[in-house]
Nanobody, 124 residues
Framework: QVQLVESGGGLVQAGGSLRLSCAAS????????MGWFRQAPGKEREFVAA????????HYADSVQGRFTISRDNAKNTGSLQMNSLKPEDTAVYYC?????????????????WGQGTQVTVSS
């Protein structure tokens, strides 16, 4: 199993930036894809971004394409989500997820392991 802990959330004004981090521990020697999802109050959890084990392949939701960048450092067992040009509609709890696969995974049902989430609030 892999355990995930997110950090870096907070309150930011519209147009600002935040960088979320995800620290992985446990069985990190096996190859795993990582993803970021978010859930706003009253809404379903939705896909934000994903990255393959190698980091070569990435995928983004249309709503964040060009504003968010996902990355990972396998040597440090960490993943990151750089969020720029934030909008009030980006407000949500953001979750890091992992799946033992080398390819990109983009749906909640594909992921086996989840962090506890970190709150991101964007004020207008």
């Amino acid at each position: 199993q892999v355990q995930l802990v997110e950090s870096g959330g907070g309150l930011v004004q519209a147009g600002g930036s935040l960088r979320l981090s995800c620290a992985a521990s446990g069985r990190t020697s096996s190859r795993y894809a990582m993803g970021w999802f978010r859930q706003a109050p009253g809404k379903e959890r939705e896909f934000v971004a994903a990255i393959s084990w190698s980091g070569v392949n990435t995928h983004y939701a249309d709503s964040v394409q060009g504003r968010f960048t996902i990355s990972r450092d396998n040597a440090k067992n960490t993943g990151s989500l750089q969020m720029n040009s934030l909008k009030p509609e980006d407000t949500a709890v953001y979750y890091c997820a992992a799946k033992y696969t080398i390819v990109v995974a983009t749906t909640t049902s594909q992921y086996d392991y989840w962090g506890q989430g970190t709150q991101v609030t964007v004020s207008s």
